[in-house]
């Protein structure tokens, strides 16, 4: 019995150190490629809802319900992206990303609050109230991408 108890955590000892190895081999370059794909399906999600709030695309809630559900799960996939050891690597984040650390993480933490809160007003079918806190999201991707993220040419 001791033998089994001790070779099973033999083996949970191997999985868990195998795991921490296969994620340090990923390189800072598909770091950067995963992260600014988060950011760009962040972007296809959003962009119809940010249309719908300024009146430019008719307004559809099954597709805001819809969009609001996938946000709130993509606005948590980026951030393990922006890791220390891809500060060489040719991107438009810049090195307040790691020099300001805890303002970069207090602008994710705002993103995926409002996301959450935009879930919930997409439930309430409060045409308005829903706009409205599309805008709130809007304004947390533009704020952060103001502070963190190089200006457009
Ligand atoms: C906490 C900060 C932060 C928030 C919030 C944020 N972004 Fe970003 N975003 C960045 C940074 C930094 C980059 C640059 C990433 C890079 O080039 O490595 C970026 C890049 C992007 C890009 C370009 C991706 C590419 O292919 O290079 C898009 C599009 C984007 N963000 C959309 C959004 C949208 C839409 C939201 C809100 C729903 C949002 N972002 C919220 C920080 C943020």
Not at 105 to 133: C, H, I, N, W
Request: glycine share 10%.
């Amino acid at each position: 019995m001791k033998f089994i108890t001790g070779s099973m955590m033999f083996v949970a000892g191997v999985l868990l150190t195998g795991n921490a190895a296969a994620q340090a081999q990923v390189k800072p370059e598909v770091l950067v490629k995963q992260r600014q794909s988060a950011m760009t399906l962040q972007a296809k999600y959003f962009g119809p809802l940010n249309g719908m709030a300024q009146g430019k695309v008719p307004y559809n809630a099954s597709v805001v319900a819809r969009n609001a559900g996938y946000l709130e799960v993509l606005t948590k996939m980026p951030w393990d992206g922006f890791d220390p050891r891809t500060k060489g690597e040719k991107t438009a984040a810049l090195p307040a990303v790691f020099t300001d650390t805890a303002k970069f993480k207090e602008a994710q933490e705002r993103l995926q609050g409002e996301a959450a809160k935009l879930v919930s007003a997409s439930k309430g079918g409060d045409e308005d109230a829903v706009k409205a806190q599309i805008r709130a999201v809007g304004k947390t991707c533009g704020g952060c991408h103001e502070d963190f993220r190089e200006k457009k040419k």
